[in-house]
């Protein structure tokens, strides 16, 4: 079988290009899943929330299913939830969020939400899918699998607020 110069040129780029990809995948790190994320205490908001729409903005509006953890208003005691997530902070300088709608799988609507004021987290492990499961019973997506929502939030630590 002939093999002209273009094969060979192929071969060549492509043995050049792989040591550079192997190096990329073995730096970038897996995020850790939801069991590591949710026991994070500097995280101020954790709820179970669907999104009702999408604002023209790109950023969701949401309804809250179920509060985990949240701070209290100092002055009347209640607890402070924003009404509409915008997204990640991607430039904390020029204040640029890259909107919800954007990182948000197309059908998914229910999640849980790590929040901090009206913006995710962070921009790994910051919301993470709630669906039922075949026998009804909410389970959410941990990165690595599915687990029943009870147990995930059993995870979260005491929040240092004092609670009425």
Do not use: H
């Not at 790994?124 to 009870?150: A, C, S």
Request: with cysteine; proline share 9%; charged share 25%.
């Amino acid at each position: 079988m002939k093999r002209g110069p273009g094969t060979c040129l192929i071969v060549f780029l492509s043995l050049l290009a792989a040591p550079a990809v192997s190096l990329s995948a073995d730096e970038d790190e897996l995020p850790p899943g939801l069991e590591e994320a949710i026991k994070d205490p500097a995280i101020p908001v954790i709820i179970d929330a669907t999104i009702a729409k999408f604002t023209k903005e790109g950023y969701a509006q949401i309804k809250v299913n179920e509060v985990y953890k949240a701070p209290r208003d100092p002055v009347d005691g209640t607890v402070v939830i924003p009404s509409i997530v915008k997204g990640y902070l991607m430039d904390a300088i020029k204040r640029r969020v890259v909107p919800i709608r954007i990182i948000t799988d197309r059908g998914k609507t229910r999640f849980l939400f790590f929040l901090d004021g009206d913006l995710l987290f962070s921009t790994y492990n910051n919301q993470f899918e709630i669906r039922p499961d075949t026998e009804n019973q909410l389970v959410v997506d941990t990165g690595r699998g599915w687990k029943p929502l009870p147990d995930i939030v059993k995870l979260i630590p005491a929040s240092k607020t004092k609670k009425d």
